[in-house]
Structures are given as structure tokens and as C-alpha cells.
């Protein structure tokens, strides 16, 4: 009887493992399933908001396109808001010519975009030569720049390239300019304008800081008084040396940035520079440059 007692208490021990482990093992195709069916959902939901990016990017084409002036959307980083079945849009459109072009820039222009950034001057005159050495075709060295030698030196696999950027990101690439003062600068500089001078009158608050006696308080200034101006307005600005930057026209080259928010939070964000095409084709515009999944 007592032989007979202990196994049916063993086997009453194995009973209870065994529902033991079938509730973990259940518990474990729970949570699973829940887990894949929240990855499902918002995998869907991000791919709802890229698309939607992708349509706010396209509206606003359209509307730089628009031939009625008082409908065209201003090119100058103010913030557009639309809604597209419950998805919320944020547009900025910024004109390339407000920005600083890194391959027309001259030395004291270059100079002005470190200055912004608060550096000493021995740090701005080795970026700005270390910039000029790499857009210029030769291979002489500049007194602060640096050529071939410099880079081998610092252990680098590359050289300048000897001809101009190519992308903006290619700067990261220069000696003695890293990704976080690229960071810095990059809202302030294009290589798509081709103009030596910034437009102040489309220009980001990054690039505003670069004209002569722009201080900080000076560019929010200016930027909150263009906000103010309606499309098809027109108005002078005027800037710190006295002179007037008019808000009238637009380039052909843009910078778009639109952030989609789904209902429940998720969101998504394409960056794109295009230039509008201005034939008749079937295409409006021609993308020069593409991020997305971007987190700013």
C-alpha cells in the first residue's frame, strides 16, 4: 500500500509538470502571435505613412507648379499641414537657392559657414583650404588645405577628389570635417543652386547666419516675418547691412521634406531635392536626391 502511495504521488508530480509546461508553452504561442500581430500592425501602418509621404511629396509639386501665384506654396521652410484619410502631413518645402552652394561658394563665403558655427579662425581656415583643395583640380596645397599626403598621413584610403562635390554628404569626407559638424552646417548648404550668394529671402535660419552681421536673434526675426507673408505677396526683408531681400519668384530646384503621422502615432519621413521639369512631359519633376526612413 505504501509502494502503491508513492507512485501515485509520482505520478500526480508528473501530471503537474506536464500541465506546467503545457500553460508555458501556450502562454509562449500567446505572446508570440501577439507579438507578430503588433509587428504586422505596424509594419502596415509605416508602409500606409511612407506612401503618404510620397503623396505629400507630389502635392507639393503641385502646388510650386500651381500658375496662380495666390494658390503656390512659399519655398521658404514654413511648415504646410494637410490631412489625407486621418494621416497627418507636415510639408516644408525649402528653395535651393536659399542655401549655400559648396562648389560656387568663394573663400570668404565658406569661411562665413564656420564662423556661424562659432570656431576659431586657424579651425575655419584649415576647413575652408581642406574644402577648396578638394573642389579644385590641382594638386597644389593650399597653406592651411590638404592634398594626397595629408590624408595618407591621417591614415585615410582616399585623397580629394580633385572636382566638385557631387553630394552634400561627400563633405563628411573632407579632412578635419566629421559627421557631427556636417550635421551642423548641412540644413545651410546645396550643391544644386550654383550661385556663389545665398537668397536671404528663402534661405534656411542655418544659412541666414552666414551673411554679414546676422546674428541668431537676428535670423528668428527674419524667419518669423516671412511666415507672415502670403503667397503672391510680395515684400522686402530687410537684413542687418541694410539691404532688402524680395520675396518674389522661385527657383527650379527644391528641397521637400513631408512627415506622415498615422492615428495611433506612427510615423514616417521622406527627405527629397527635385527640380521641376517645365516642359510638357509626363513627368513634373526629376528627383536629385533621395532619403527616406529619416528621424529628425
Known amino acids: ?41 505596424h509594419l502596415l501602418a509605416s508602409t500606409q505613412a511612407r506612401y503618404a509621404a510620397e503623396a505629400g511629396l507630389n502635392l507639393a509639386v503641385t502646388r510650386l507648379r500651381n500658375p496662380n501665384l495666390e494658390l503656390q506654396w512659399v519655398a521658404d521652410g514654413r ?37 556661424a558655427q562659432d570656431f576659431d579662425e586657424q579651425k575655419v581656415a584649415e576647413l575652408v583650404d581642406a574644402i577648396l583643395d578638394w573642389r579644385d583640380a590641382d594638386d597644389e596645397i593650399r597653406i592651411n588645405g590638404a592634398e594626397d599626403r595629408d590624408y595618407e598621413a591621417a591614415g585615410l584610403p582616399y585623397g ?41 529671402a528663402f534661405a534656411p535660419y542655418e544659412a541666414l547666419l552666414t551673411l554679414p552681421g546676422m546674428t541668431p ?27 532688402a ?17 498615422m492615428p495611433n502615432g506612427i510615423w514616417e519621413q521622406i527627405e527629397a531635392t527635385v527640380a521641376l521639369v517645365r516642359s510638357q512631359t509626363d513627368k513634373p519633376y526629376q528627383v536629385l536626391r533621395w532619403r527616406e526612413g529619416v528621424k529628425s
Open 217 to 243: 536673434d537676428e535670423a528668428r526675426r527674419i524667419v518669423e516675418e516671412r511666415e507672415q507673408i502670403q503667397p503672391g505677396d510680395e515684400m522686402d526683408l530687410l537684413l542687418p547691412d541694410g539691404t
Open 160 to 200: 580629394p577628389a580633385n572636382a566638385p562635390f557631387i553630394i552634400t554628404e561627400e563633405l563628411q569626407q573632407v579632412l578635419g570635417l566629421n559627421y557631427a559638424l556636417f550635421r551642423q552646417i548641412e540644413p545651410a548648404i546645396t550643391v544644386y543652386s550654383r550661385r556663389g550668394l545665398i537668397d536671404a
Open 79 to 115: 511648415a504646410y499641414r494637410e490631412t489625407l484619410d486621418d494621416i497627418k502631413l507636415e510639408i516644408k518645402i525649402v528653395d535651393e537657392r536659399g542655401k549655400l552652394d559648396i562648389n560656387a561658394a568663394d573663400e570668404l563665403v565658406l569661411a562665413s559657414l564656420f564662423i
Open 1 to 41: 500500500m505504501a509502494k502503491r502511495g508513492r507512485q501515485r504521488g509520482v505520478v500526480l508530480i508528473l501530471v503537474l509538470w506536464v500541465i506546467v509546461l503545457v500553460t508555458i508553452t501556450t502562454g509562449a504561442f500567446t505572446i508570440l502571435a501577439r507579438t507578430e500581430t503588433l509587428q504586422a500592425h
Open 245 to 261: 531681400a524680395r520675396t518674389r519668384g522661385q527657383g527650379n530646384t527644391f528641397s521637400i521634406t513631408v512627415k506622415a503621422t
